[in-house]
């Protein structure tokens, strides 16, 4: 890629990957699980972090190296991997910096897994969370932090209340009082926003949904700025600026500056942990990148327009979608997602629960399911699904209103979308 291709629609088709002379056009998939050298001291120098270079797949694969750096050009960091799964993107971000006896802080609208990750499981391992309303004034946030806080957790347009986060406000807090700020931008992707032009530290993605596209692969992604100054919190952070005995007494900072974090995550986390991405699936999540500028704002458009006839319907009691002019989170969405607001919605009907399910009973192009974010028209009702083990008071405790109906707008004809929801309605 050349310098003065700077446009981001550009870097989804270029970046990432750069073929010369005689090399194939097309990203190779290498299926290989080792790389070959001459000497022992080549490999030696490896394991040591002197070189840098492949030797077994858990930690580097060309192919997979390859969409890390693409997501990392559009994201415009320093750095990235690719993880198994969003989940596991998320888990690295934390253990790469938090342990036993520390404490997060994070938005309480986050997705569901998620929240069980921080809530449940990290909890078991001895890091704390508090959980905060995204719109948590600053001297809430602040009375949240303890010395032992390590980090700030949102996510761009939540999953499944598709609010959007104020990431410069949280950042500000979190920087005044030394922290980082990691945002999971999965739904806004970096071609609708850049969380680390408004102040985030760490990005993290879950591939699985709008940047993969067409529901192939589970994958993960972790992008670290290179802006957090780690140094300067030196006692906060030691796995960063302390010997890592793991490797021969190497301090990360010292070694690798900016790239500290996202070094750390490949050879401790990934080394330890083995939450690797396949060749091939880093392959399909390539292809599904060369294309997201054009899906994710046909995403977006069609989406405002199916919001648009739902509001108006006697049936629907609710909507929310960033893009309605009328929406509490209009304002930040213009502010963080001027050119759309993914193709994410959710809404509420009047009948009651029974109505909902017989709603998506009748629907025939929508499909019932637990993905979301591809080019397939998806819905999902989280408490007759993915939560239907929580009573009412669990699910408005988790900030998931009972009525509540995720919709996945896809890449199918807008009005084709609303004739099949107008017919479901009035079926059910």
């Not at 199916?306 to 930040?332: C, F, I, K, S």
């Not at 017989?358 to 999902?380: P, S």
Request: charged share 20%; proline share 5%; with cysteine.
């Amino acid at each position: 890629m050349t310098e003065n291709m700077a446009k981001i629609d550009t870097r989804c088709v270029h970046a990432g990957y750069n073929p010369g002379k005689g090399a194939p056009r097309q990203l190779p998939i290498i299926q290989s699980t080792t790389f070959k050298y001459e000497t022992s001291d080549q490999m030696g120098k490896l394991f040591d972090l002197e070189e840098s270079g492949y030797f077994y797949t858990r930690l580097q694969n060309p192919t997979v190296d390859a969409v890390a750096a693409q997501i990392n050009d559009l994201e415009g960091g320093v750095g990235a991997i690719l993880t198994s799964s969003g989940q596991a993107a998320n888990l690295f971000a934390v253990l790469n910096i938090a342990g036993a006896g520390d404490h997060i802080i994070a938005a309480n609208n986050i997705y569901g897994g998620t929240f069980n990750l921080l809530g449940v499981s990290l909890p078991k391992l001895g890091i704390g969370v508090t959980f905060l309303g995204a719109d948590a004034s600053d001297q809430e946030i602040e009375a949240a932090i303890r010395p032992n806080t390590k980090l700030v957790f949102g996510e761009t347009i939540s999953n499944p209340g598709v609010e959007v986060f104020d990431i410069e406000r949280w950042a500000k807090v979190a920087h005044k009082n030394g922290l980082p700020l990691v945002v999971d931008n999965t739904f806004a992707t970096p071609v609708l926003c850049r969380p680390f032009e408004w102040g985030a530290d760490i990005v993290t993605h879950s591939t699985t949904k709008f940047i993969d596209g067409h529901g192939v692969s589970v994958g993960g992604a972790l992008v670290d700025s290179g802006n957090f100054p780690w140094d300067q919190y030196a006692d906060k952070f030691p796995g960063l600026t302390t010997p890592d005995a793991s490797y021969h007494g190497l301090t990360y900072t010292k070694k690798f500056g900016k790239a500290a974090f996202i070094v750390k995550a490949t050879t401790h986390l990934m080394r330890d942990l083995g939450s690797t991405q396949s060749p091939q699936n880093a392959f399909y999540l390539h292809l599904g990148l060369q294309t997201l500028h054009l899906r994710i704002r046909r995403h977006s458009e069609s989406a405002l327009k199916v919001a648009q006839w739902l509001q108006n319907r006697p049936e629907v009691a609710w909507v929310h979608y960033p893009g309605l002019e009328n929406d509490a989170h209009h304002a930040l969405a213009l502010k963080y997602c001027p050119d759309g607001c993914s193709g994410v919605m959710a809404f509420g009907l009047k009948g009651g629960r029974a109505f909902d399910n017989r709603f998506l009973d009748a629907l025939r192009l929508t499909t019932i399911e637990t993905h979301v974010a591809d080019c397939h028209t998806c819905v999902l009702h989280p408490a007759s699904h993915t939560h239907r083990q929580l009573s009412d008071e669990q699910l408005r405790a988790a900030g998931i209103a009972p009525d509540l109906i995720r919709l996945s707008i896809g890449l199918e004809d807008p009005e084709d979308i609303i004739a099949d929801l107008q017919q479901a309605l009035e079926n059910a």
